[in-house]
């Protein structure tokens, strides 16, 4: 069982940054898939950015703005986020998935509780 903590959301006015960071209880490999998802309200819930095995992708939206990056010393996953804009409010949830098991079975797929960032214009 994993459980991931996010912190690092806030309010920023528009064309600052922010670090959020998710520390993992739980050991989580180099396999796991971990991502950044984000909410805003009466929207879905969409990727922002992705890592596995040191492999990154991002979203359009947030393609050359956004960087997640993780410590495996520390079991933490970072988005730095920079060049905010008001679009880019919503709540940020990290997410961690399991490798397929030896037969290709999906692994377990594990949420934090989110933090708000909100920017203002």
């Known amino acids: 069982q994993v459980q991931l903590v996010e912190s690092g959301g806030g309010l920023v006015q528009s064309g600052g940054s922010l670090r959020l960071s998710c520390v993992a209880s739980?050991?989580?490999?180099?396999?796991?898939?971990l991502d950044w998802y984000r909410q805003a309200p009466g929207k879905q819930r969409d990727m922002v950015a992705t890592?596995?095995?040191?492999?990154?992708s991002y979203a359009e939206s947030v393609e050359g703005r956004f960087t997640i990056s993780r410590d495996m010393a520390k079991n933490t996953i970072y988005l730095q986020m920079n060049n905010l804009q008001p679009e880019d409010t919503a709540v940020y949830y990290c997410?961690?998935?399991?490798?397929?098991?030896?037969?290709?079975?999906?692994?377990?797929?594990?949420w934090g509780q989110g933090t708000q960032v909100t920017v203002s214009s």
């Open positions: 997410h961690a998935v399991e490798p397929r098991d030896y037969y290709g079975i999906p692994g377990s797929d594990f």
């Open positions: 739980g050991s989580i490999t180099n396999k796991y898939t």
């Open positions: 890592i596995t095995s040191g492999r990154t």
